[in-house]
Structures are given as structure tokens and as C-alpha cells.
């Protein structure tokens, strides 16, 4: 009974003993712990900076379409004028003269507004 309880025993302690010895022989292992992190910078506050940057932006976009828009009215008003000042002084009607102050084509007798 001696020996099969010895030989029931050796069969449960030899894994146990060559597993034991493994871990013993061999070398220790470290793991690397050193990790870059890399954030986008995208949080609360520069979302808000961009929304921020984004709507003084379109405001100032729309005040220089509409500057852009005005001086295009005031060059247009220009053009017509000039070429009504050239109409006018080539005008067969020996009555007509241009009104610099208000760039009108004017009749001199009557002063009405002529088209010539």
C-alpha cells in the first residue's frame, strides 16, 4: 500500500515539479511600460475658440461683400453717368448740356432732363 500511494503521489507532484522548474529556469522577462499618448487638443475650449473664429469670420465676410457691393454700385453709377456725359455732349440738340453736380443730360431752355 506504501508504494502505490508513493507512486499515486510521484504521478501528482511531477507536473507540479517540472512546471515549478521552468519558471526557475528561466530568464525574467520586463515588460516595456513606456507609452506615448498623443491627444488631438480637441476639447471644450477650442471647440468653443473655433465656433467663435468662425462667426467673426462670416461677419466679417459679409461686411466686405457689402462693402465690395457698394463700391461696385458707386463704379457702375460712375460708368453710366460718363457714358450719359459723352451722349450728352454729342447730342444733336444744340439745347443740351451736362449737369456735372447732378449728372443729368439737361435741356437749357426748359430745364427738364433730356435723352439724347
Known amino acids: 500500500m506504501n508504494t502505490i ?31 506615448l499618448v498623443i491627444e488631438s487638443g480637441d476639447n471644450a475650449q477650442t471647440r468653443q475658440d473655433a465656433a467663435m473664429e468662425k462667426e467673426q469670420w462670416n461677419d466679417t465676410r459679409s461686411l466686405r461683400q457689402k ?34 453736380n447732378t449728372l443729368r443730360c439737361l435741356d437749357r431752355r426748359t430745364g427738364r432732363t433730356l435723352t439724347p
Not at 6 to 35: C, D, E, I, N, Y
Not at 70 to 84: G, I, M, S, T
Open 5 to 35: 500511494l508513493r507512486k499515486r503521489l510521484t504521478q501528482a507532484l511531477l507536473p507540479l515539479a517540472l512546471l515549478t522548474g521552468a519558471f526557475a529556469l528561466s530568464h525574467p522577462v520586463q515588460a516595456q511600460t513606456s507609452k
Open 67 to 100: 462693402v465690395n457691393k457698394r463700391a461696385e454700385k458707386e463704379w457702375d453709377k460712375d460708368d453710366v453717368a460718363f457714358d450719359d456725359r459723352d451722349n450728352c455732349q454729342q447730342s444733336a440738340n444744340v439745347n443740351a448740356y451736362w449737369e456735372p
